[in-house]
C-alpha cells in the first residue's frame, strides 16, 4: 500500500502476556490452585489437636 510504512515498534510487554492464550490459561489454572492449597494448610493449621 502507498504512504504505509513498516515501523518495526516495541509491541509492550503486558500485552505480549495478554495476548499468549497458553499463558493465560496456566496462570488460570495455578492460580487457584495455589491459593486453595495455601488456604487449606492454613485451615488444617487451626484445627485442635486431639487430646490437647
Known sequence: MEGREERS???PWPQVLLDDIFLILMA???VPT???LIWGLIDLGFI???GR
Open 9 to 11: 515498534e516495541r509491541v
Open 34 to 36: 495455589l491459593f486453595y
Open 48 to 50: 485442635p489437636l486431639f
Open 28 to 30: 488460570g489454572l495455578v
